[in-house]
């Protein structure tokens, strides 16, 4: 068990509007990050080791050893499970949140690396990298801890988000005639069902309850940007100009507010999700990568990648 980190006090609690309030350090370099709102938990990943902090008292409470240096974790709050994909470790490794052991290892095929769970359904999709001109997406039923089946794509895919409200994946790839773009994709049947061209992003989220996307995209000359795109249409509904090199993307459904981190910037954008605009830009650690949020306490978590730390930051209410 770890050494629980203190969280220094950044900024007065007193202050108005999003803010950080804490930074936890942390011993090694954070990559990806993700909550469980159900326990206020919050699961961080560092190079072979999955870190775990209360996020009641901001303390970190355990680490659960990881045999791979970069992999990406997501949650299913309904059972209290985490699932970690790691690129140079081919099975997917499911980890009970009340004993912070790994109760499953799930093969899921060669190359799994970005995860979303959707838990209405309790189904897992893991994007698998075999190649970079073919694409998989493993399904897998996190009941039972097994793969169902593997949903085949043209193209080399990457981030991958889900609306458990509408059982709708999205998967950010190589589009097979029309460039970089988003496969959208039926949970129901796992047949792909629409795709959206001209988007070229690093990372993706929704708002399930309005129905929208979110993707990010890091490559725009000067700042980056958030585009906003119509769930229930598939078309873009507005692109909103954010840090430099966004790579991390989260939704406080609750609030309807979109957090994006800024790599190159190291600064959050905080945009309000009705007026599709930047009402607050938020100093965190150096080059933060990810972030995620516990919409039942509008707090939002940043992992900082070259400061080696979480910063907290008290969001919209």
Do not use: C, W
């Not at 193209?155 to 029309?178: D, F, K, M, Q, W």
């Not at 992003?201 to 906003?228: K, Q, R, V």
């Amino acid at each position: 068990m770890a050494t629980a980190a203190t969280a220094q006090s950044s900024v007065p609690g007193t202050a108005p509007g999003p803010r950080v309030t804490a930074t936890i350090p942390l011993d090694r370099q954070p990559l990806n990050i993700t909550t469980d709102p159900v326990t206020d938990m919050v699961y961080v990943t560092e190079p072979y080791k999955l870190v775990v902090i209360n996020g009641r008292t901001n303390l970190v409470v355990t680490t659960v050893p990881i045999p791979s240096k970069v992999f990406n974790v997501a949650t299913d709050p309904r059972t209290d499970m985490i699932y970690v994909a790691a690129l140079g470790y081919h099975p997917v490794l499911a980890i009970s949140g009340r004993t912070n052991t790994v109760v499953a290892k799930i093969p899921a095929g060669p190359g799994p690396y970005y995860i979303a769970t959707n838990p209405q359904t309790h189904m897992i999709y893991v994007s698998t990298i075999p190649t970079p001109n073919r694409g998989r997406i493993a399904v897998i039923n996190g009941r039972t801890n097994k793969l169902v089946t593997i949903i085949h794509l043209a193209n080399l895919t990457n981030s991958i988000a889900t609306n458990p409200l509408t059982n709708t994946i999205y998967v950010e790839g190589r589009l097979p005639t029309s460039g970089n773009g988003i496969f959208v994709i039926n949970g129901q049947t796992n047949k792909v069902v629409a795709t959206i061209p001209g988007i070229d992003s690093a990372g993706l989220a929704t708002n399930p309850l309005t129905h929208t996307l979110y993707a990010i995209d890091p490559f725009s000359e000067g700042d980056g940007s958030l585009f906003a795109i119509n769930g229930q249409t598939n078309k873009l509904q507005a692109t909103v100009l954010v840090g430099a090199s966004p790579l991390g993307v989260a939704t406080d459904p609750m609030t309807n507010f979109v957090y994006v981190a800024n790599y190159d910037s190291d600064t959050v954008s905080v945009i309000n999700g009705r007026t599709n605009s930047v009402t607050a830009t938020i100093t965190v650690g150096s080059h933060p990568r990810s972030v995620a949020t516990d919409p039942f306490t509008s707090t939002v978590y940043v992992a900082n990648t070259s400061s080696h730390s979480i910063s907290v930051i008290a969001g919209n209410r």
